[in-house]
Protein backbone atom coordinates (compact mmCIF):
# COMPACT_ATOMS: atom_id res chain seq x y z
CA UNK A 1 0.00 0.00 0.00
CA UNK A 2 1.01 3.79 -0.46
CA UNK A 3 3.47 4.58 2.50
CA UNK A 4 4.03 8.45 3.75
CA UNK A 5 6.89 9.43 6.01
CA UNK A 6 7.94 11.96 8.45
CA UNK A 7 11.04 13.39 9.17
CA UNK A 8 12.14 13.83 12.11
CA UNK A 9 9.24 12.00 14.03
CA UNK A 10 10.41 14.06 17.18
CA UNK A 11 11.80 17.58 17.60
CA UNK A 12 13.23 19.20 20.64
CA UNK A 13 13.85 22.49 19.65
CA UNK A 14 14.52 26.31 21.89
CA UNK A 15 12.43 29.11 21.45
CA UNK A 16 13.07 31.62 18.58
CA UNK A 17 14.90 28.97 15.84
CA UNK A 18 13.29 27.09 13.12
CA UNK A 19 12.14 23.68 12.47
CA UNK A 20 11.88 22.29 9.46
CA UNK A 21 9.46 18.71 8.90
CA UNK A 22 9.23 16.88 5.70
CA UNK A 23 6.84 14.80 4.38
CA UNK A 24 7.47 12.49 1.69
CA UNK A 25 5.13 9.56 -0.28
CA UNK A 26 7.35 7.05 -1.05
CA UNK A 27 5.94 5.17 -3.39
CA UNK A 28 3.62 7.28 -5.14
CA UNK A 29 3.17 10.69 -6.16
CA UNK A 30 1.15 12.99 -4.79
CA UNK A 31 -0.21 16.45 -6.27
CA UNK A 32 -1.98 17.54 -2.65
CA UNK A 33 -0.12 16.89 0.34
CA UNK A 34 -2.41 18.46 3.58
CA UNK A 35 -0.69 19.32 6.69
CA UNK A 36 -2.57 19.40 10.17
CA UNK A 37 -1.94 19.98 13.58
CA UNK A 38 -2.85 18.11 16.54
CA UNK A 39 -2.61 19.37 20.41
CA UNK A 40 -2.86 16.62 22.83
CA UNK A 41 -6.24 15.00 23.45
CA UNK A 42 -7.88 16.86 20.62
CA UNK A 43 -8.73 16.58 17.32
CA UNK A 44 -6.66 16.52 13.86
CA UNK A 45 -6.97 20.91 13.01
CA UNK A 46 -6.17 20.82 8.71
CA UNK A 47 -3.59 23.86 8.99
CA UNK A 48 -2.85 23.96 5.26
CA UNK A 49 -3.83 22.30 1.87
CA UNK A 50 0.05 22.01 -0.61
CA UNK A 51 -0.24 21.47 -4.05
CA UNK A 52 2.60 20.26 -5.94
CA UNK A 53 4.43 23.72 -8.10
CA UNK A 54 1.96 26.23 -6.35
CA UNK A 55 1.55 28.32 -3.07
CA UNK A 56 -0.34 26.78 -0.53
CA UNK A 57 -3.47 27.51 0.84
CA UNK A 58 -3.71 28.05 4.14
CA UNK A 59 -6.55 27.39 6.35
CA UNK A 60 -8.53 30.51 8.64
CA UNK A 61 -6.19 31.75 11.46
CA UNK A 62 -2.82 30.02 10.29
CA UNK A 63 -0.17 32.27 9.84
CA UNK A 64 1.29 31.56 6.93
CA UNK A 65 4.36 33.87 7.80
CA UNK A 66 5.03 31.61 10.28
CA UNK A 67 4.35 28.41 8.91
CA UNK A 68 5.97 28.06 5.58
CA UNK A 69 5.07 25.32 3.09
CA UNK A 70 6.83 24.20 0.04
CA UNK A 71 5.86 21.57 -2.32
CA UNK A 72 8.79 21.26 -4.77
CA UNK A 73 7.98 17.59 -6.17
CA UNK A 74 5.68 15.51 -6.34
CA UNK A 75 7.10 13.34 -3.45
CA UNK A 76 7.70 15.98 -1.08
CA UNK A 77 6.17 19.02 1.06
CA UNK A 78 8.00 20.48 3.69
CA UNK A 79 6.41 22.90 6.65
CA UNK A 80 8.87 24.91 8.03
CA UNK A 81 7.72 26.43 11.67
CA UNK A 82 9.23 29.63 11.95
CA UNK A 83 10.47 31.64 15.39
CA UNK A 84 8.90 28.79 17.05
CA UNK A 85 7.70 29.40 20.38
CA UNK A 86 6.29 26.71 23.40
CA UNK A 87 2.73 27.06 22.01
CA UNK A 88 3.98 25.70 18.89
CA UNK A 89 4.78 22.50 20.53
CA UNK A 90 2.34 19.85 18.81
CA UNK A 91 1.50 16.70 17.04
CA UNK A 92 2.28 17.85 12.97
CA UNK A 93 0.54 15.55 10.48
CA UNK A 94 0.54 15.25 6.65
CA UNK A 95 -1.46 13.47 4.31
CA UNK A 96 -0.89 13.11 0.99
CA UNK A 97 -3.56 12.54 -2.07
CA UNK A 98 -2.60 9.79 -4.66
CA UNK A 99 -2.35 12.11 -8.39
CA UNK A 100 -4.94 11.00 -10.28
CA UNK A 101 -6.25 8.17 -7.77
CA UNK A 102 -9.93 7.99 -6.57
CA UNK A 103 -10.79 10.80 -4.35
CA UNK A 104 -10.66 8.61 -1.15
CA UNK A 105 -7.74 7.74 -1.78
CA UNK A 106 -5.16 9.71 1.07
CA UNK A 107 -2.69 8.78 3.27
CA UNK A 108 -1.14 9.93 6.42
CA UNK A 109 2.15 10.26 7.64
CA UNK A 110 3.05 9.05 10.75
CA UNK A 111 3.40 12.63 12.67
CA UNK A 112 6.17 14.33 14.15
CA UNK A 113 6.08 15.65 17.75
CA UNK A 114 7.63 19.23 18.01
CA UNK A 115 8.39 19.91 21.76
CA UNK A 116 9.43 24.24 22.27
CA UNK A 117 11.24 24.90 25.10
CA UNK B 1 -18.72 20.94 5.32
CA UNK B 2 -21.62 18.97 7.11
CA UNK B 3 -21.32 18.14 10.90
CA UNK B 4 -21.34 14.80 12.20
CA UNK B 5 -22.14 13.72 15.82
CA UNK B 6 -20.35 10.54 17.58
CA UNK B 7 -20.32 9.54 21.19
CA UNK B 8 -16.99 10.11 23.00
CA UNK B 9 -16.34 6.95 24.18
CA UNK B 10 -17.36 3.42 23.71
CA UNK B 11 -16.38 0.18 25.02
CA UNK B 12 -15.96 -3.22 24.01
CA UNK B 13 -15.05 -7.07 24.06
CA UNK B 14 -12.16 -8.34 22.16
CA UNK B 15 -13.62 -10.57 19.32
CA UNK B 16 -16.95 -8.79 19.65
CA UNK B 17 -18.77 -6.98 17.06
CA UNK B 18 -18.84 -3.41 17.32
CA UNK B 19 -21.16 -0.95 15.91
CA UNK B 20 -19.96 3.12 15.76
CA UNK B 21 -22.97 5.50 15.24
CA UNK B 22 -22.95 8.51 13.29
CA UNK B 23 -25.09 11.22 13.00
CA UNK B 24 -25.14 13.61 9.98
CA UNK B 25 -28.78 14.73 10.01
CA UNK B 26 -27.57 18.27 7.66
CA UNK B 27 -25.73 15.66 4.86
CA UNK B 28 -26.31 16.74 1.42
CA UNK B 29 -26.99 15.03 -1.43
CA UNK B 30 -22.46 15.05 -2.79
CA UNK B 31 -21.32 14.51 0.64
CA UNK B 32 -19.39 11.00 0.74
CA UNK B 33 -19.08 9.72 4.24
CA UNK B 34 -15.49 8.86 5.48
CA UNK B 35 -14.25 6.63 8.36
CA UNK B 36 -10.80 7.40 9.43
CA UNK B 37 -8.83 5.57 12.96
CA UNK B 38 -6.18 6.91 14.79
CA UNK B 39 -4.20 5.02 17.13
CA UNK B 40 -1.92 6.40 19.71
CA UNK B 41 0.84 8.71 18.76
CA UNK B 42 -0.17 7.91 14.94
CA UNK B 43 -1.58 9.44 11.89
CA UNK B 44 -4.79 8.59 10.47
CA UNK B 45 -5.52 5.76 8.46
CA UNK B 46 -8.33 5.23 6.42
CA UNK B 47 -10.97 2.86 7.11
CA UNK B 48 -13.89 3.05 4.64
CA UNK B 49 -16.13 5.40 2.81
CA UNK B 50 -19.48 5.27 1.06
CA UNK B 51 -21.92 7.50 -0.34
CA UNK B 52 -25.69 5.58 -0.42
CA UNK B 53 -25.21 2.13 -0.21
CA UNK B 54 -23.56 -0.21 2.14
CA UNK B 55 -19.71 -0.98 1.89
CA UNK B 56 -17.63 -3.94 3.00
CA UNK B 57 -14.24 -3.83 2.81
CA UNK B 58 -11.03 -6.01 4.57
CA UNK B 59 -11.28 -3.60 7.78
CA UNK B 60 -14.91 -2.92 7.97
CA UNK B 61 -18.34 -2.71 7.17
CA UNK B 62 -20.28 0.68 6.48
CA UNK B 63 -23.96 0.74 6.82
CA UNK B 64 -26.00 4.06 5.71
CA UNK B 65 -29.41 5.01 6.76
CA UNK B 66 -31.83 5.12 3.85
CA UNK B 67 -32.21 8.96 4.41
CA UNK B 68 -28.25 9.12 4.56
CA UNK B 69 -28.77 11.23 8.05
CA UNK B 70 -27.12 8.36 9.29
CA UNK B 71 -24.51 5.85 9.27
CA UNK B 72 -22.56 3.02 11.47
CA UNK B 73 -18.99 1.38 11.18
CA UNK B 74 -19.40 -2.08 12.07
CA UNK B 75 -16.01 -3.84 12.86
CA UNK B 76 -17.31 -7.68 13.22
CA UNK B 77 -14.71 -9.13 15.56
CA UNK B 78 -12.78 -6.54 17.23
CA UNK B 79 -9.34 -6.88 18.25
CA UNK B 80 -6.95 -5.00 20.95
CA UNK B 81 -5.56 -3.74 17.89
CA UNK B 82 -8.63 -1.85 16.69
CA UNK B 83 -8.70 0.37 20.02
CA UNK B 84 -8.32 3.54 18.21
CA UNK B 85 -10.18 6.98 17.97
CA UNK B 86 -12.81 6.96 15.28
CA UNK B 87 -13.38 9.51 12.98
CA UNK B 88 -16.82 9.68 10.73
CA UNK B 89 -16.39 12.49 8.57
CA UNK B 90 -18.27 13.98 5.24
CA UNK B 91 -16.46 14.92 2.75
CA UNK B 92 -17.87 17.31 -0.47
CA UNK B 93 -17.15 15.45 -3.70
CA UNK B 94 -16.76 19.14 -4.99
CA UNK B 95 -14.33 19.79 -2.38
CA UNK B 96 -10.63 19.48 -2.79
CA UNK B 97 -10.19 16.34 -1.34
CA UNK B 98 -9.76 18.21 2.47
CA UNK B 99 -11.24 16.21 5.57
CA UNK B 100 -12.31 17.95 8.36
CA UNK B 101 -12.02 15.48 11.16
CA UNK B 102 -14.28 16.13 14.57
CA UNK B 103 -13.70 14.78 17.92
CA UNK B 104 -14.41 10.97 16.82
CA UNK B 105 -15.09 7.82 19.31
CA UNK B 106 -12.63 6.34 21.39
CA UNK B 107 -13.11 3.26 21.35
CA UNK B 108 -11.77 0.51 24.03
CA UNK B 109 -11.55 -3.00 23.63
CA UNK B 110 -11.13 -4.76 26.68
CA UNK B 111 -8.94 -8.60 26.53
Known amino acids: GAVVSQHPSWVICKSGTSVKIECRSLDFQATTMFWYRQFPKQSLMLMAT?????????EQGVEKDKFLINHASLTLSTLTVTSAHPEDSSFYICSARLAGGPSYEQYFGPGTRLTVT | DAKTTQPNSMESNEEEPVHLPCNHSTISGTDYIHWYRQLPSQGPEYVIH???SNVNNRMASLAIAEDRKSSTLILHRATLRDAAVYYCILRDRGSNYKLTFGKGTLLTVNP
Open chain 2, 50 to 52: GLT
Open chain 1, 50 to 58: SNEGSKATY
